[in-house]
């Protein structure tokens, strides 16, 4: 049996969550489909979560390696927008039910939270509706959820 350990992201994980981000199949799937450069990414994670303490990055790990995040970004109406992503060896295993599910327990605080799912993901949707995510909307390309804390 692994043991996993789900803990709040520090600065030398940046390189392990561009590289799970930047995978094709992760790419696909998310609302941003295009590759992103190291530096780019590197420079944007360092903003993002060490100089703006409103927002949180989770990360899975097991043996010390990172093999999941699950992100926590203010929008503008102060509600937290998720993004979460398995490394693609690990998907299939349950383990995104374990990141987020483990992940909504650390949030404090009432706040709201918003999940985008793109319509023919059946495994994204499926894991927002089992941990209580409810549809809110949709369009054409994806499902809106919400959930309140």
């Known amino acids: 049996m692994e043991n996993y350990i789900i803990r709040l992201a520090n600065r030398e994980d940046s390189g392990r969550i561009w590289k799970i981000r930047n995978h094709p199949l992760t790419r696909q799937n998310s609302s941003n489909s295009k590759k992103i450069p190291f530096e780019k990414h590197d420079q944007w994670f360092e903003n993002k979560y060490f100089k ?16 999941g995040y699950c992100r926590f970004d203010i929008d503008d109406d102060n509600k ?26 650390k949030i404090e605080g009432d706040r709201e939270i918003l999940a985008t799912v793109k319509k023919g993901n059946p495994a994204s949707l499926n894991l927002f509706q089992r941990n209580n995510f409810k549809l809110d909307k949709e369009n054409e390309e994806n499902y ?6």
Do not use: M, P
Not at 52 to 67: A, G, H, M, P, Q
Not at 82 to 96: E, F, H, N, R
Not at 144 to 149: G, S, Y
């Open 52 to 67: 703006d303490s409103n927002n949180i990055c989770f990360v899975l790990e097991t043996r010390k390696n990172i093999i």
């Open 80 to 105: 937290y927008v998720i993004s979460i992503a398995l490394d693609y060896d690990w998907q299939s295993k349950g383990l995104g039910h374990l990141l987020l599910s483990e992940s909504l327990k």
């Open 144 to 149: 809106f959820f919400i959930f309140k804390t």
